[in-house]
């Protein structure tokens, strides 16, 4: 059992908060005394304070620099579409 004390400002991971629950991507925005800011990435980015001695179950992975910046390409580029005018 790991804790977001772990965890470095500024760093991208991949982490399961609790063992059966599915993987999900952080980014720790922001250290202070006794929490983490972080950005967690779903179908949308949600913002939170976590605890530093909040459990986290597995730290997956810490994402490279080469893999963050193909996985925003991927997520900030998803709903972008290339719309034709109709011709009347």
Known sequence: M???SLLEPGCYYII???????LKLIKI???SDHCHFISRYDE?????????????FDIIEL???DKV???EKTYFNQDAFNY???ED
């Open 16 to 22: 399961q908060e609790k063992e059966l629950e599915p």
């Open 44 to 56: 949308t980015e949600v913002m939170e304070w976590k605890k530093k001695d909040a459990p986290i």
């Open 63 to 65: 994402l490279s620099d």
């Open 69 to 71: 910046k193909a996985w």
């Open 84 to 86: 034709e005018e109709d």
């Open 2 to 4: 790991y804790s977001y």
């Open 29 to 31: 925005n922001l250290e």
